[in-house]
């Protein structure tokens, strides 16, 4: 099993940007990753993925600003967000599975990233 620790999320003025980290507890390296977002009252959304091999995908109202990586060196995956809005507002978790382009059974606990001047 694998735990994932989210980190980079804050306050941050429309315009600006965030770069997300998420370390995983143990190797990467054949796991698929994945950022979702969720807000109040609404259901987990997907935000990017990338593969084990590198692949990549973004959901539309993303691409362009987010852009996700990864470090198999150091078991992290990253999202660089760019040209934040105020309706990027959320809580932010990374995802882990064996299955590409398939929600994996790993999460971490979340990390806020609040888009507001």
């Known amino acids: 099993q694998v735990q994932l620790v989210e980190s980079g999320g804050g306050l941050v003025q429309p315009g600006g940007s965030l770069r997300l980290s998420c370390a995983a507890s143990?190797?990467?390296?054949?796991?698929?990753m994945g950022w979702y977002r969720q807000t109040p009252g609404t259901q987990r959304e997907l935000v990017a993925e990338?593969?084990?091999?590198?692949?990549?995908r973004y959901t539309n109202s993303m691409k362009g600003r987010f852009t996700i990586s990864r470090d198999n060196a150091k078991n992290t995956v990253y999202l660089q967000m760019n040209d934040l809005k105020p309706e990027d507002t959320a809580v932010y978790y990374c995802?882990?599975?064996?299955?590409?382009?398939?929600?994996?059974?790993?999460w971490g606990q979340g990390t806020q990233v609040t888009v507001s001047s």
């Open positions: 143990g190797s990467i390296f054949r796991l698929n």
């Open positions: 995802n882990a599975g064996l299955t590409a382009w398939v929600r994996g059974d790993y």
């Open positions: 990338i593969t084990s091999g590198g692949s990549t």
